[in-house]
């Protein structure tokens, strides 16, 4: 998972060298499972063809997608069937709206055959999401994020548990049955047909009896891609699929949109601002939303509320500010935030008062203040600038107690020309109030798995 620009103690190899540990690990999900064989895999492979067809584009995008009959027409050059785009000139100013639905997950459990048991990949996670609203699982890889979301979609079973929309228990739904629009990583994209046959995929396989035409201009206007309705997938920047992508999962007005990974190969400056138009888009059309994320950056960002995963159970949830205000529990924070880890007899944490029965002390980075004023802060712990490491509009500062603990900060470079200045080898008190600070062990930090 991409982190926040501004880095602090613990980053992504863990500062706090005397205690030897790093981080957690945030690696970037690169997988997606296709449903399991059986007779309920073949249940959906006839009702939820679409979806079906791209999730396997997805999971082998080079491979040519078994086409009914019309669209190996249209790959040849056959007519237009009103997926072209169109040349009527109309203009699409009717932004199509859906009602999104209420959708609530009780109790869901799965669990998976391994060669070393049987796994707990979704273990009892339950959550509500609010009609029109974007949702985003947050948590290390392997927790049960994409689990959780292909259970909401029905491309999983669970052991137990139950998926309701608005109020509706649509556990034993088909795909097909939920309406659903889905955007995968890396986007699945036929690339066999242009972009406007990309997007009414979906009604025409479920002969949904839209103006086609009419349905591209909308969608094209909504996802700001006018005019490359005939294009083909790769004519376009990975921006541009990224759009088409969302604009094929709108195009059959599902009431849920489901995204996983959905900016995952781009770089991030083009990342920022497909989120704000997804942002945009969603609240334009009300259609209900979660996306599984590994950058917190990202989720922070687009969603009204954010869900964070530890081992397949859902640790903490809320708007963004909450989590990020007030962490639950030592994992959250540790997932959440930029934190120094130092031991919990260390002289800062007997110095500013703070007590723990816990070997180890958590505390954010952001809440940690330099300063040369000794007289006026009483309980701030001696320490000297150790290092000092210029970062472009950033400025880090490694801070050694007398101890030998280190922390660090990270600050802009206009509170450093404002505020602090400080060089390497100069004295510093270093002033945190107790109630920033979180005792912790290791294994509540850790995201190993979990085996039933
Ligand atoms: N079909 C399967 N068979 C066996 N184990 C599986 C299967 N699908 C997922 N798992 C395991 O379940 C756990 C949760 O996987 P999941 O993909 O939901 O995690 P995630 O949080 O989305 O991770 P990532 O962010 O890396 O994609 C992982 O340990 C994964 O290996």
Redesign the pocket.
């Known amino acids: 998972m991409t982190q926040a620009v501004a880095a602090g103690c613990g980053g992504s190899v863990g500062l706090c060298r005397q205690l030897g540990r790093p981080t957690a690990p945030q ?5 997606h ?1 296709l449903p ?1 064989q059986g007779p309920r895999h073949a249940h959906y492979q006839q009702r939820a063809a679409p979806v079906l067809a791209a999730a396997e584009a997805e999971a082998a995008p080079e491979t040519a997608v078994a086409l009914p009959a019309v669209e190996h027409e249209q790959q040849r050059g056959g007519s237009n069937n009103g997926t072209q785009p169109s040349t009527s000139g109309r203009q699409a100013d009717a932004v199509p709206t859906v009602r999104g639905a209420k959708v609530v997950v009780r109790d869901m459990v799965k669990h ?3 060669p070393r048991g049987l ?1 707990k ?2 273990n009892g996670a339950s959550v509500a999401m609010e009609p029109g609203t974007i949702t985003a ?1 947050l ?12 259970l909401i979609a029905g491309l ?1 079973q669970p052991n137990s548990g139950r998926v309701y929309f608005d109020g509706e228990d649509i556990t034993e739904y088909g795909v097909q049955d939920r309406d659903l629009g889905f955007v995968f990583q890396g986007y699945a994209l036929f690339k066999h047909m242009t972009v406007a046959q990309n997007i009414t995929f979906g009604p025409r396989m479920r002969k949904m009896g839209l103006d086609l035409d009419a349905k591209v201009d909308e969608l094209l206007t909504l996802t700001e891609l006018d005019g490359l309705g005939g294009r083909y997938p790769p004519q376009l920047s990975g921006g541009q699929k990224q759009r088409v992508a969302v604009a094929r999962a709108l195009a059959c007005n599902p009431r849920l949109m489901l995204l996983d ?1 959905p900016f995952g190969a781009l770089d991030p400056l083009v990342r920022k601002s497909l989120r704000n138009g997804l942002r945009e888009i969603v609240k334009r059309v009300g259609v209900t939303t979660i996306i ?1 994320t ?1 950058d917190q950056e990202e989720a922070w960002d687009l969603a009204d509320h954010v869900v964070i ?1 530890n081992k ?1 159970a859902i640790e903490q949830e809320g708007t963004p500010e909450e989590v990020s205000r007030a962490p639950v529990s030592p994992f959250v924070m540790n997932f959440v935030a930029d934190v120094c880890h130092i031991p919990s007899t260390c002289q800062l944490v007997r110095k500013v008062g703070f007590h723990t029965d816990k070997p180890y002390v958590m505390l954010r980075s952001a809440d940690i203040r330099l300063r040369t004023d000794f007289e006026e802060c009483t309980s701030c712990a001696a320490a000297t600038v150790h290092d000092k490491a210029n970062m472009g509009k950033l400025v880090r500062y490694y801070v050694r107690f007398d101890d030998d603990v280190d922390v660090d900060l990270t600050v802009s470079r206009q509170v450093d020309e404002e505020r602090y200045d400080f060089d390497v080898g100069q004295r510093v008190f270093v002033d945190v109030s107790p109630e920033q600070m979180m005792g912790f062990d290791w294994h509540e930090i850790s995201t190993g ?1 979990t085996d039933v």
């Open positions: 690696s970037r999900a690169q997988r499972r399991q998976f055959k391994t796994f990949a979704v699982l948590g290390p890889s392997g927790s049960g994020k994409t689990t959780l979301l292909r999983e990974e599984v590994h995963f397949g798995a």
